[in-house]
């Protein structure tokens, strides 16, 4: 278990609007996880607390849930939004085959999205899932059929990571 400083840090990560949250290896001391894909798993409930957050309130949240903190490839996340969010989410490579496993565990966990950082711990922002209902905006959103899905999720291992001309395609704008 990390110490009440390191908790605070945390916190002070989650307080700060120009950071909004934190991720962190429980396994690692508190580490920031680097080049991987994070998606929220339904095995954990998310937890919340009023904002600003306290050192406290996160460390409640981690005792709760050190036996899924302890597994390999599971972390502490924490962000922002209108109260304090926290979840245990699990960690894919940042590679073509870990952002197939990335989708297809967003889809089995009915995660709005997955999470991706970078090489150097930044976090990238959020690929959103289009079969999410939180997600539908009228007219475009994919057709949810079992087909859709697997192209889906399985995109990148047929599409280079995406990559056209040195830019990153959204695989959301192959459905519009």
């Given amino acids: ?5 390191q908790f605070e840090g945390l916190a002070a990560k989650l307080n700060d609007p120009d950071i909004g ?15 991987v ?7 954990v409930q998310e937890g919340t ?19 899924t903190l302890m597994q390999p490839g599971r972390h502490l996340g924490g ?18 085959r870990g952002e197939v496993a990335a989708r297809r565990s967003t889809l089995a966990n009915e995660q ?3 999470g991706e950082i970078s090489r150097k711990g930044a976090y990238v922002g ?19 059929t079992p087909e859709q899905r697997e192209v889906w999720s399985a995109m990148p291992q047929y599409s280079a990571q995406f990559k056209k001309r040195g ?10």
């Fill in 167 to 176: 830019r990153r395609i959204s695989p959301q704008s192959s459905f519009s």
């Fill in 79 to 96: 962000w922002a939004a209108n109260e304090g969010n926290l979840d245990v989410p699990a960690a894919f490579p940042r590679t073509p």
């Fill in 49 to 67: 607390h009023a904002l600003p957050s306290t050192g406290s309130s996160i460390r409640t949240y981690a005792e709760a849930n050190q036996t």
């Fill in 112 to 114: 709005m999205a997955y």
């Fill in 21 to 35: 949250g934190f991720t962190a290896n429980m396994r690692r001391g508190g580490e920031q996880p680097r080049n």
């Fill in 126 to 144: 959020d690929r959103n899932n289009p079969y999410h209902p939180g997600n539908r905006r009228g007219d475009i959103m994919a057709e949810d």
């Fill in 1 to 5: 278990m990390l110490s009440d400083a």
């Fill in 37 to 43: 894909f994070m998606v929220g798993q339904r095995d």
